[in-house]
C-alpha cells in the first residue's frame, strides 16, 4: 500500500470506473486542461480518450442536461462543475429533472448519473466563488449527496456513485486535496451499503459532520485532547438519504454534540444533524444543549483579516466543543 | 469595417500577422486620439502593477488581466456619459478605468483595503464606480448581460437618452442567458450595447474547441440586433463603430452588438503567459498578437503623422507611472475593512439574525 492524496484518489475513482464501464463518460469543463479541477483529471482524456473525457464550452445547464438525457439511454454520465458557484446554473437540470424522473414518470426510467460539484474557497476568491451548497441540494427526494471527507472515500463514494442506479452529486472540497492516506486497492462499492462512521473515539463529546468538517473535526479532537478531553469523530459520508445510526450511537454515550459544517446555519446540514441526533435520542440522554459551528450568515468576502474571520478553523472548533463540555460538568 | 452582413467567421481578423500596421487615423482630432492614447496606456500600465503586486506576493486575489486588449473599453467608453450605465465581469479593470475609474480605488480594491471601490469587499472582480458610469462587475460569466439590459429598460423608462453597456468574452457567449438576453432586448428595443471581447480563448480553450464558428455576432444577427466585427486592437475602429450604435439606442432604436477581435497576452487568470495551455497558445501566436499591440499602433500613426512630437508620449507615460506609484502607496497604507463589515453589510439594516 502506497499514500495517496485526496485529488489523486479522486482521479483513481475515475479511472476505475471508467476501466470497468465502457459506458462511462466524464463531461465538463477544464478536464482537458492541466489545473482546472487541480489534478484530481490530470491524464484522463489521454488516457481515456478525448471521446469519453469532454471539456465543454462554458454551458452548465445544458452541459448537465446532455448527460441527463445520455444517461436515459444507457450511459454513465459523470458531469464536472469546477466549482458549485458555477453549478447553480445547472440547477434545473440537477433539481427539476435529474431526481424527479424516475418518480414522476411512474417508476419506469431514472437518469443514473454523477453530478460532480467541486467546493473551492478561500484565496480572497470572493461571494461568487466559494459556496458550499450541499445543504440545498440534500433537500431534495430523488436526488443522493455524498461528500467524502478521507482519500479513500474520495475514491470509493466516486466509484459507489457512478455504480448507483439512481443520480448522485457527488462533492469534493479542494481544502482536502492533500489530505493522504494509505489506500487499498479500488473494488466495487454499493452505495447503499454506506453510512456514517466514526473516525475517532472518545466520551465527552460527538463532533460530527462531512466532508472538510471531518478533518476540522479530527484536528479539533487534537487540541480537545491536550485539555483532557476526548471526543467521537463521526464522518456523515452521505447527506441524502441521511443514516443517522452512528451519529446516535454516539451522542447517546457521549450526551453532547457539536455539528460542524462548512456553509451557512439557516436551514443548513449542521441542524439537520442536531435534528436527527433528538429525533432518536431521550431527553435524559443529553448532558447538554446541542450546538454548531458554521459560517457566519454572510456571503464569503475577499479581504484577508475577513477570510481569516470568516471559516471556522481546528481552534474554533475545538473551543466551541470545551464550551459545551465546560458548561454542563 | 469589417463584414457586418451574413458573415459567420472571423476570417483575416482571426490572423494576427495581419492588422498589425499603424492605425488609419482618419480625420480624427488629436486631442481625442491622444486622450485613447493615455487611457489605453494608463489600463496597460495599472494592470502590469498587478501583475507585478501579484508576483511580488502582496496581492493575492485572484487577477485577470485584460493586457492587450485595452482598445475595446477605451473604444467603447468613447461613445459613453457618465450618466450611462456600464457592468463588467471577470475581467473588467480596463472597462471601470476607461470610464474614469479611479485606479486608486481599483488598486485598493485588490489589496482587500477598505479604501477599495467595493469598500475592499469584493476585490479584483466586484468593481464599481456608479459616479463615472461603471454600475459593477462580477465574475459568474454571463451574470450581468441581462442586468446591463435591466438597467437599459430603466434608462429607457427615465427618458434622458441614457444607454448600457454589457461587456462579455467570447465564452459567455455560450451561455443561455446570452441569448434569451438578446432576444429580449430586441423585442422589448432596449437601449443597450453588447460588447463581445472575442479574445478567441475562454480560459484555456480555444473558440475552435467550443464554437462551430468563431464570430460570436452571429448570435446578434439571429436576434435582430444590429451587429458590427471590428478590429479590437484599433481604437479608432472600435470607437467609430461605438459611436454609431450606442447614437442608434439613445434615439430609441433598440440595442446593438459589438463584436470586438482581440488577444489577452497574459493568461486567463494571473500574471503569467499561459503559453502551454490551449490550442493555439504557443508563443509564436502570443508574439505575432503582440505585434498587433493596440498601444504601440496608435502611436506610431501619431508619430508617422507628425501629430504627436516623441517626448509628448514620455510625459504621458510618467504622469501615469507617478499616479500608480501614489495609488500603491496609498493601497498598502490603507486599513482593512473592519470586521464587522463582514455582517453589517448582508441586510439593508445589517447581517445579525439573532
Ligand atoms: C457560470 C460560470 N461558469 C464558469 C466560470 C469559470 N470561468 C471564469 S472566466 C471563464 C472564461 C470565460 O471566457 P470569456 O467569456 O471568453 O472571457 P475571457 O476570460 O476570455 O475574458 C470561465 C469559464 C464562471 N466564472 N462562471
Known amino acids: 500500500m502506497s499514500s495517496v492524496a485526496y485529488c489523486d484518489a479522486i482521479r483513481q475513482g475515475f479511472g476505475f470506473v471508467m476501466e470497468s464501464d465502457p459506458k462511462c463518460l466524464a463531461i465538463g469543463q477544464g478536464l482537458w486542461s492541466p489545473w482546472y479541477v487541480g489534478r484530481s483529471m490530470d491524464g484522463l482524456d489521454r488516457r481515456f480518450g478525448k471521446e469519453r473525457v469532454i471539456d465543454t464550452p462554458v454551458s452548465e445547464g445544458a452541459t448537465t442536461g446532455i448527460a441527463v438525457g445520455a444517461a436515459l439511454h444507457g450511459y454513465k454520465p459523470i458531469v464536472i462543475h469546477p466549482r458549485m458557484d458555477f453549478m447553480i446554473l445547472a440547477t434545473d437540470q440537477i433539481v427539476n429533472q435529474a431526481a424527479k424522473w424516475r418518480h414522476m414518470l411512474g417508476g419506469h426510467c431514472s437518469p443514473a448519473m454523477v453530478i460532480r460539484g467541486i467546493v473551492n474557497r478561500g484565496g480572497e476568491q470572493g461571494a461568487q466563488h466559494s459556496q458550499a451548497l450541499h445543504s440545498w441540494y440534500a433537500h431534495i427526494p430523488g436526488l443522493r449527496v455524498v461528500m467524502p471527507a478521507t482519500p479513500t472515500d474520495a475514491r470509493d463514494l466516486l466509484i459507489a456513485a457512478t455504480q448507483s442506479p439512481d443520480p448522485v452529486l457527488y462533492i469534493d472540497d479542494r481544502w482536502l486535496y492533500e489530505w493522504e492516506e494509505e489506500m487499498a486497492p479500488a473494488a466495487d462499492v454499493d452505495l447503499e451499503s454506506v453510512g456514517g462512521v466514526l473516525r475517532r473515539e472518545g466520551d465527552a463529546i460527538t463532533l460530527a459532520g462531512a466532508s472538510y468538517s471531518v478533518k476540522l473535526a479530527l484536528d479539533a479532537a487534537e487540541i480537545l485532547q491536550t485539555h483532557g478531553v476526548t471526543c467521537d469523530v463521526v464522518d456523515m459520508r452521505i447527506l441524502n438519504p441521511l443514516d443517522p445510526a452512528a451519529l446516535r450511537r454516539s451522542v447517546r454515550k457521549t450526551g453532547r454534540l457539536l455539528a460542524i459544517d462548512g456553509s451557512w446555519s439557516n436551514c443548513g446540514f449542521a441542524g439537520e444533524l442536531i435534528a436527527s441526533a433528538v429525533e432518536g435520542t431521550r431527553p435524559d440522554e443529553w448532558r447538554a444543549m446541542p450546538s454548531r459551528v458554521t459560517l457566519p450568515h454572510a456571503p464569503a468576502p475577499t479581504s484577508k483579516p475577513l477570510e481569516a474571520a470568516y471559516y471556522p478553523t481546528a481552534d474554533s472548533v475545538a473551543a466551541a466543543a470545551l464550551d459545551i463540555v465546560k458548561k454542563s460538568t | ?354
Open chain 2, 1 to 354: 469595417m469589417h463584414s457586418t452582413t451574413s458573415d459567420m467567421r472571423l476570417g483575416p481578423l482571426a490572423d494576427p500577422q495581419l492588422f498589425n500596421e499603424p492605425l488609419d487615423l482618419g480625420n480624427g482630432a488629436t486631442d481625442a486620439l491622444l486622450g485613447y492614447y493615455r487611457s489605453m496606456l494608463k489600463i496597460r500600465l495599472a494592470e502590469e502593477v498587478v501583475a507585478d503586486l501579484y508576483v511580488a506576493g502582496e496581492v493575492r486575489c485572484p487577477c485577470h488581466l485584460g493586457i492587450g486588449q485595452e482598445a475595446v473599453a477605451v473604444g467603447v467608453s468613447s461613445a459613453l456619459r457618465p450618466t450611462d450605465r456600464v457592468y463588467g465581469g471577470h475581467r473588467s479593470h480596463s472597462h471601470y478605468l476607461a470610464v474614469g475609474g479611479n485606479p486608486a480605488a481599483m488598486i485598493a480594491e485588490i489589496f482587500g483595503k477598505g479604501t477599495g471601490a467595493s469598500a475592499g469587499m469584493g476585490g479584483s472582480m466586484h468593481l464599481y464606480a456608479p459616479e463615472v458610469g461603471f454600475h459593477g462587475s462580477v465574475p459568474i460569466v454571463g451574470a450581468t448581460i441581462p442586468i446591463a439590459a435591466g438597467a437599459a429598460l430603466a434608462a429607457k423608462m427615465d427618458g434622458r437618452g441614457d444607454v448600457a453597456v454589457a461587456y462579455f468574452g467570447d465564452g459567455a457567449c455560450e451561455e443561455g442567458i446570452l441569448h434569451e438576453t438578446l432576444n429580449m432586448a430586441s423585442v422589448m428595443r432596449l437601449p443597450v450595447l453588447f460588447v463581445a471581447e472575442n479574445n478567441l480563448y475562454s480560459s484555456h480553450l480555444d473558440i475552435k474547441l467550443r464554437q462551430p464558428l468563431d464570430s460570436v455576432a452571429r448570435f446578434a444577427r439571429a436576434n435582430g440586433v444590429e451587429a458590427e466585427l471590428v478590429d479590437g486592437n484599433d481604437v479608432v475602429e472600435v470607437a467609430r463603430a461605438a459611436e454609431r450604435l450606442v447614437r442608434a439606442s439613445r434615439e430609441g432604436r433598440g440595442p446593438g452588438f459589438i463584436e470586438a477581435v482581440t488577444f489577452r497576452w497574459r493568461g486567463h487568470v494571473g500574471p503569467n503567459e499561459d503559453i502551454d495551455v490551449g490550442v493555439r497558445r504557443s508563443p509564436d501566436e502570443l508574439a505575432a498578437w503582440k505585434g498587433r499591440d493596440p498601444i504601440g499602433r496608435l502611436r506610431s500613426a501619431l508619430i508617422n503623422a507628425k501629430r504627436v512630437a516623441p517626448d509628448s508620449f514620455t510625459l504621458i507615460e510618467e504622469e501615469i507611472r507617478t499616479e500608480l506609484r501614489d495609488a500603491v502607496e496609498a493601497a498598502r497604507a490603507a486599513p482593512y475593512p473592519p470586521e464587522a463589515a463582514l455582517l453589517d453589510m448582508v441586510y439593508a439594516n445589517g447581517g445579525q439574525t439573532s
